[in-house]
């Protein structure tokens, strides 16, 4: 059925026009959702095209699986150029606005150009109009949302929009969906404000037809049973987010003060904002999106306030690298971030390299404004306002720590980034968590290839059955992780173009569903046969075409997959992991079996002629040797 598929929409927001077509032909190759936006943005952009011009394009997708009777069927991504990158952007969020773009009869829509005032976009029922949004600008998004359901008389349509960071073009503004679930990361609220958009709401009435729907629905009961025995996935519903900082810190693995320490003894230390019971009596109830049976997501009730999606990105950026130890000065923070359309863990990233530049003299008052210390919410809270409306210091904080200390020459070696893009994540201590942090194709991220096997308390023999390493729960160990990378890498490319939820995945709990299981829901929901070695391969094209596009638009080679020198220089000064720390020799040897399992040049680390024709995809190589940058980058690789 054509109507499995849905429509596809590019709006010109230059004059106004809308064309609606169908990607049913890449379906084969990319799936839809992340893997078919990235493609779309390789084919659409020129080499030099900058993130915030017009030329840029943002898209917005739903995958094959979104919205249908699969649990956690409830995600949704935004693709675009990355700002702080220049390279690829993609941020995947939940909620409702995937499954009602599916509804709506969309699996994709795609802005370019930019609109001459601000607008948003109604997407209801297969049809797409663009509506003025002046009475909007200005406002923060969840105000936004309350507006545009009380104008249009529908409290059921679901809102995705910007706040005054994306409006005044904070380099990594977000979009906010339900007020709470955040695109955060890549800049894509930057990308919508420079479009002059405002929002996107959407509702729509359309059913998915599926080709098996009784196989399909049986299956769908099956992974709610397993889901229902995991018992990591019951700690996530029961608790939230909360108790995985106590897993994190007896693994040596927060990043206290700017990464300055990995380990606390909540025994002496006073630390009470990283304590999950904490947290625990602010819990009204138990939150999550379309068709979510786990409702990780909590609401929070605290101080006449109420916060939602208080995640463990969240308790690691105020509570540990800002040193804030007040939990409800934490969901404070939170709530403002959320209001104010930005990414915490580049906030706090900017931040936290703020105050170490200040404590170690190299920022002073004059050029701060502020006396900036740890533990200080107070003066947190109004430079995130200051940076979300670029007003004085926090106008060069808006460019993330990385180019706020290009722009001051100085304090670059505190900058704790990838590829430009503030990280979240702790490197020193898990081997093959740092090596999926590292080589994320949108610069620090766990959720591209980061394995979870090193939180997981497996043996030897476990390990062995499942993935044939035995050392994949050891975190100390360098051998064998860059194959469980380049494993998840796949599976994760495929997930997030199918548009699900990867803790439904073997990445969260080893019984959960692997490449046989997305098999066979695909399979019997658009009635073509995809094997699961059929998807290893659309997972590895999708992460060639998002190489080729950081090969293109930004030039990383091999040198933009090193961590920060920290992680190389400084041990771990405590806890269970003392000192430990990246070993230089034993990282090269373990990225260079991670390019030579992609088939990409172990020297430069650039995709191959040979791999790019294998994967069916030649074109992406001539485009590349077309540009005379990246033809010399590859011309290294001896093709």
């Given amino acids: 059925d054509d109507n499995f598929f849905k429509k596809s929409a590019i709006i010109d927001l230059n004059c106004g026009t809308i064309i609606t077509g169908s990607n049913r032909h890449y379906f084969p190759l990319y799936l839809g959702g992340k893997g078919l936006a990235q493609r779309k943005i390789f084919d659409s952009l020129d080499k030099g095209t900058h993130p915030l011009h017009p030329d840029n394009i943002l898209v917005l997708s739903a995958g094959p699986l979104t919205g249908t009777d699969v649990p956690c069927s409830c995600r949704h991504s935004f693709d675009t150029l990355n700002p702080l990158t220049h390279g690829v952007g993609s941020s995947n969020s939940c909620g409702y606005l995937g499954s009602e773009l599916k509804f709506a009869g ?13 607008v948003f976009i109604m997407i209801h029922d297969g049809e797409i109009t663009l509506e003025k949004a002046s009475h909007l600008w200005g406002l923060k998004t969840g105000f936004t949302e309350d507006c545009i359901r009380r104008d249009l008389g529908d409290k059921d349509i679901q809102v995705a929009s910007i706040g005054p960071a994306g409006e005044s073009q904070v380099y990594y503004a977000s979009i906010m969906t339900n007020k709470t679930r955040a695109a955060a990361k890549c800049g894509v609220g930057t990308v919508m404000g420079s479009k002059n958009v405002k929002a996107i709401a959407v509702r729509g009435h359309e059913g998915i037809p599926l080709a098996h729907p009784y196989r399909f629905a049986e299956k769908c009961v099956e992974v709610q049973e397993r889901i229902k025995y995991s018992e990591s996935l019951m700690e996530l519903k029961n608790n939230g987010f909360s108790g995985f900082l106590t897993t994190k810190n007896n693994l040596s693995s927060l990043a206290f003060k700017n990464f300055q320490a990995s380990h606390v003894d909540l025994t002496s230390e006073p630390y009470e904002s990283i304590i999950p019971g904490n947290y625990q009596k602010y819990i009204t109830k138990n939150m999550g999106g379309f068709n979510c049976p786990i409702q990780c997501d909590k609401r929070y009730v605290f101080g006449g306030h109420a916060c939602e999606a208080l995640e463990a990105n969240s308790l690691t950026n105020f509570a540990c690298k800002l040193g804030i130890q007040s939990p409800e000065a934490v969901m404070h923070l939170h709530m403002q971030c959320d209001e104010l359309g930005m990414d915490e863990d580049s906030v706090a990233g900017t931040l936290a390299w703020a105050i170490e530049c200040y404590e170690r003299g190299i920022l002073n008052h004059t050029e701060t404004g502020f006396h900036l210390r740890w533990n200080d919410p107070e003066t947190v809270s109004r430079l995130m306002t200051m940076i979300a409306h670029r007003e004085g210091f926090g106008n060069i904080l808006a460019y993330g720590s990385y180019r706020a200390s290009q722009i001051l020459g100085k304090g670059e070696h505190y900058a704790m980034h990838m590829k430009g893009q503030d990280l979240y994540e702790h490197m020193r201590a898990m081997k093959g968590w740092a090596l999926g942090v590292a080589i994320a194709t949108r610069g620090g991220g766990h959720t591209s290839g980061a394995p979870m096997t090193e939180f997981m308390n497996l043996n030897p023999d476990e390990c062995e059955k499942k993935w044939g390493i035995p050392t994949a729960s050891d975190p100390r160990s360098y051998e064998g992780k860059a194959d469980l990378v380049v494993y998840y890498e796949r599976l994760h490319a495929v997930i997030n173009s199918l548009g699900v939820c990867l803790f439904i995945s073997d990445w969260e709990d080893p019984r959960l569903l692997d490449y046989e299981d997305f ?109 005379p940058e990246s033809s010399r980058l590859l011309s290294f690789t001896g093709q």
Avoid: C
């Fill in 106 to 118: 969309f699996n994709q829509v795609i802005l370019k150009g930019r609109s001459p005032y601000p």
């Fill in 519 to 627: 098999s066979f829901l695909l399979i019997h929901s658009s009635g073509l046969m995809f094997g699961p070695h059929d998807l290893m391969r659309i997972g590895e094209r999708i992460i060639n075409v998002e190489k080729a596009i950081n090969t293109l638009h930004a030039g990383f080679t091999r040198r933009d997959d090193y961590p920060p020198n920290r992680f190389f220089d400084e041990p771990i000064s405590s806890g269970p992991l003392q000192g430990e720390v990246l070993h230089r020799t034993e990282w090269d040897t373990m990225l260079e079996r991670y390019y030579i399992l992609h088939g990409w040049d172990s020297s430069t680390g650039l995709p191959k002629k040979a791999g790019l024709e294998h994967l069916n995809v030649p074109d992406i190589y001539e485009k590349l040797t077309s540009d």
